[in-house]
């Protein structure tokens, strides 16, 4: 029989937690027997939500954990503070091994300052980027990085450009995925002074197929699979797409209530509307993946349901199967660096 | 009398030249008389336009340049080498100081170099940004800068906070302009190094309504009337907020097919989605200011038809009268500064 994924799940996390949290992880136990699931948080609060279900008992447990991260929190002061925390705790079984994945609802802040202090990079991995799922028009791309390192070198952007492309083929299933770096203009010699400097090293790069720059506006329409930027423009971008498509939506349906006759047309889009907008839901691609960790971090929405904690559950099964870290190792992982990088001088932070 | 706004109109530049150019010159001359219009270009098209309107045929001059510049010339090469092309003939106008203004629909990037090589910057001025108005759910908001200056310096968004907000109060009209930098979260400690440096800045700058840090989500919102950036993250902006409103309303419009009842539907909202939709239409408020140089440079859509030129001629007018550089000079102009800027090494480029 095959292993099966150990996941860990951070069931203090989030807005709706544990409720949806514990809720999420029976769904994905009775959904999938590959999974086997840890929950950690205050014990009795867990075990309360967990025997509200009826599941296979022997794919739960429960790790205590006594204390909480809230999201008002500074993160690294509270992941050093809090030893005893739902996310400290849970992460931990990532950098012994225990665990394969770890998923969480929590602060963001905290969960990825926990990556790298708690589970360790890879070694030879200079940055660990989070790489979100976004909707566009032909199907689903990912946005890496899209938040965690607000400063980037022309290395790290390459790496999330590997890193990325392994995730788009090996998880989502895009076979040569794209990959492009977000610019002001499709020219070689355009963008400020980190895309200048990282463009020819992307070009040259054999693992990836590098298709250049894309444009802001290109990304709604699909252009590319992997797009890869740094951090603070990442995360921007995120922002913006969210912003942008719930205020046009609101707007649009300010507007059908301004005469009857497009009151009643707006009864009769209705339906179509729900599910087109569906489709730009970026909750519908569960959680946001944690590259070039020990182990797989997932951060799911803080305003995620049992059905985004259940998918997030999941989709560590994909990444767990097809030995993503293995692939990562492999490509530029401290064994395949020829020369050594800026880790080799911060081996604190890894395992 | 009051003296007039002289207005140079590069003829060749945009995809419509000159036709729509010199139809929109010639409706700015018809609609208001305070403005006076030189138009740039190879003067036997120019004519030919001309003749076929009926205006006030001393308020049109036609300066014949015998070269044009196009968008797929290296700008600053092409500033250079064609110094009888319609942008430059026309921006040197702005430093002798017999235009005040300079509209056109060319090569962004040329018009930028030419603004800052020919126009000249301000004494004092380091960097002069775009300055692009976006619509916003509740009005308008100044992108600055949207893509002149890719990589930038904390005292450089400082003076695009100042200029922004001259502009915006006495341009557009709005009072006391809130004013914001964009970042990836609310709080003081957030962004990256030159969000970081240049916050406190912004906050001890006493001549401006500093409201913090905005979250690209909370732009389309109208959460702030000046948005300050480096230009490469407005550009980003700028770019994926076009991109994502398009997209949009092409995937609903899509949508609106899948069914009989939502055809029906969609032919009933037709109209008012249509003037909902007109509100989110950059192109409606004219063109974009280039802030803090000899003049006023303001760059158009290439593909702007009549009626965008005549708006940004008319917009020029009230940049004129309300004094605009005069005020940007005694804020922050050399005259204004307590030491030297960089722009002290680079007298060259000023007029």
Redesign the interface.
């Known amino acids: 029989m095959e292993k099966k994924t150990v996941v860990v799940v951070d069931a203090m996390g989030g807005d709706n937690a544990p409720v949806e949290i514990v809720k999420g992880a029976v769904d994905a136990v009775n959904k999938s027997d590959k999974v086997q699931v840890i929950l950690t948080g205050i014990e009795d609060q867990v075990r309360a939500e967990l025997a509200k279900y009826t599941y296979p008992e022997d794919r739960i447990s429960v790790l205590h954990a006594s204390e909480v991260i809230t999201t008002e929190e ?1 993160p690294a002061f509270a992941i050093k503070k809090k030893k005893d925390s739902s996310i400290v705790v849970g992460q931990k079984l990532l950098k012994t091994g225990e665990a394969d994945a770890f998923v969480s609802a929590g602060s963001t802040g905290a969960v990825l300052v926990g990556g790298v202090l708690v589970a360790g990079r890879i070694r030879g991995i200079e940055r660990t980027p989070l790489g979100t799922l976004i909707p ?2 032909t199907g689903v791309a990912l946005l890496v990085d899209s ?1 965690a390192n ?2 980037c070198r022309p290395s790290h952007l390459v790496q999330f450009a590997q890193m990325g492309s392994v995730y788009m083929e090996h998880v989502v299933g895009v076979k040569n995925p794209r990959v492009s770096i ?1 610019n ?1 203009g499709v020219e070689e ?1 355009k ?3 980190l ?1 200048k400097e990282t463009f020819p090293l992307l070009k040259e790069c054999p693992n990836i197929n590098f298709t250049g720059s894309i ?7 699909g252009a590319a699979d992997v797009i890869v930027c ?4 990442g ?18 349906k ?3 209530k ?2 009857l ?2 009151k ?10 729900k ?3 569906k ?2 839901d970026a909750s519908q691609y569960g959680g946001a993946p944690m590259l070039g960790l020990n182990g797989l971090v997932v951060k799911t929405h803080g305003s995620a349901t049992a059905n985004e904690v259940c998918n997030s559950i999941i989709q560590c099964i994909t990444f767990k199967e097809q030995g993503i870290n293995d692939k990562i190792r492999a490509l530029l992982g401290r064994d395949a660096a020829k020369k050594g990088s800026e880790s080799d001088k911060t081996g604190k932070e890894e395992a």
């Open positions: 500074a566009t028009e938040g607000a400063d977000v002001i010699e963008g400020n002074a895309v444009e802001a506006r290109e990304i709604p329409h740094d951090g603070f423009t995360n921007v971008i995120l922002k913006l797409y969210e912003g942008t498509a719930s205020t046009l939506v609101h707007v649009i300010g507007g059908l301004s005469s006759r497009s009643i047309g707006g009864l009769l889009i209705k339906p179509a509307l599910s087109t907008l489709k730009f």
